[in-house]
C-alpha cells in the first residue's frame, strides 16, 4: 500500500538512457541544501517553487512508463534526493516491488550520508542499487565514465543488480533534446562538461 506522502518535483522524465543503465524515469527533485559552485541546476536549488505531486501519482506515471517504453528502473537527483528522503525512499521501496532499479545522484559523499541522522536517509540507501556520490566539482570534468558529471564523483553498486565492470559505463556521455511545443527540454552530460536538464521557451530571449 502506498504511502500519503508527496514529493516536491522539479523535473520528470519518463523515458531516458542519459540518466543511468538502461532505459530510466528520471525525477529530479526541488530544493538542495548544497551550494556546489557551477551547479548543474541551479533552478533545482530553493526548495520552493517546483510541484508538488502525491507518491501514487508519480507511481502511476512510472507504471505507465514501465508498460509503454520498457523502463528498467528510475533515477533521482536534484536538487538533492537525500534532502527529500522520506519521498524518495517511499518511492524506491514502490518502484522495487514492481522490479524495477533505483540510482540516486547525491551531492554528499556515501559516509557523509550514513553519518546523517535522518532514518529515511538509511532506508533510502538501503534501496538503492546504484550511488554516484560527492559534490560536483565544474574544475574536474568527468571525460572517461558515462553518465558522472565529475572526475572526484564515485559510483557505488549497493546491490548486485549492476557490476562495475559493465561496457555501458565507458561509452561517451549524451544529450537527449526533446521539443514539447515552444518548450525545449535538454538532460544528459555532453562529452566534457555537465549541463544537466534545463527547459527553456522557444521564441523568448
Known sequence: MLSDCTLRIAQMVPCTEAEGPGRRFALWFQGCPLRCPGCCNPEMLPFTGGTE????????????????????GITLLG???????????ALARAVQERGLTVMVFSGYTLEEARQLPDPDIAELLAR???????PYLREQ???RRRWIGSANQRIHFLSDRYRADDPRWLLPNTLEIRLHGLELT???FPARSAVGLWKRSLGKR
Do not use: F, K, S
Request: no cysteine.
Open 53 to 72: 505531486m502525491a507518491l501514487r501519482e508519480v507511481v502511476a506515471q512510472i507504471e505507465a512508463a514501465t508498460y509503454e517504453q520498457n523502463i528498467e
Open 141 to 143: 570534468p568527468e571525460t
Open 186 to 188: 535538454i538532460n544528459g
Open 128 to 134: 538503492t542499487d546504484i550511488l554516484v556520490d560527492g
Open 79 to 89: 536538487g538533492e534526493p537525500l534532502a527529500h528522503a522520506a519521498g524518495a525512499a
